[in-house]
């Protein structure tokens, strides 16, 4: 079901700095800064030749974000995102399996302009993962 990984999201407790590791250190391709402020977040796209890295640091007072840098104070993976076809039938499977699904379970716009939702941790390995329509 799942298909292509879209990116791999990376929280980190400054921005700036974070972007100019992958730029400067790296030598990555970097986007500007880009607020998500439905989301809480504020993005750096790294564009990868096979994917993308989403460099993420709060935005605003209430981040879903801001508990995971209380716990990673230097940052850490924060989510991997892979691709669906159809992201309601891919949430009606995965509830049938017994997966949980965050939130109210509808598909939200995500980063790219397209719906995500994301899955609870615990149901995949200690991962959290978002599910994106391609
Ligand atoms: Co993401």
Same mark, same amino acid.
Do not use: H, M, Q, W
């Given at each position: 079901m799942i298909g292509r990984l879209n990116h791999v999201a990376i929280a980190v407790p +400054? &921005? !700036?700095? #974070? %972007? #100019?590791?992958? =730029? /400067?250190? &790296? @030598? %990555?391709?970097?986007?500007?800064p880009v607020p998500l402020a439905e989301h809480g977040v504020t993005t750096?796209?790294?564009e990868l030749p096979n994917t993308k890295l989403e460099l993420i640091a709060p935005l @605003?007072?209430?981040?879903? $974000?801001?508990?995971?840098? %209380?716990?990673?104070?230097?940052g850490g993976p924060h989510h991997v995102c892979y691709e669906v076809d159809d992201i309601r039938a #891919? =949430? /009606?499977?995965?509830?049938?399996? @017994?997966?949980?699904?965050l939130? /109210?379970? !509808?598909?939200? $716009? @995500? #980063?790219h302009g397209k719906p995500v939702l994301f899955l609870h941790?615990? +149901?995949?390995?200690g991962t959290l993962i978002e599910i994106e329509q391609a």
């Open positions: +400054d &921005l !700036e700095r #974070a %972007a #100019a590791v992958y =730029r /400067d250190t &790296l @030598g %990555a391709e970097v986007s500007a750096v796209f790294v @605003g007072e209430s981040s879903p $974000i801001a508990r995971f840098l %209380a716990r990673n104070p230097d #891919a =949430r /009606d499977r995965l509830v049938e399996e @017994g997966a949980r699904v939130g /109210d379970g !509808e598909p939200r $716009i @995500g #980063a941790p615990k +149901d995949f390995c």
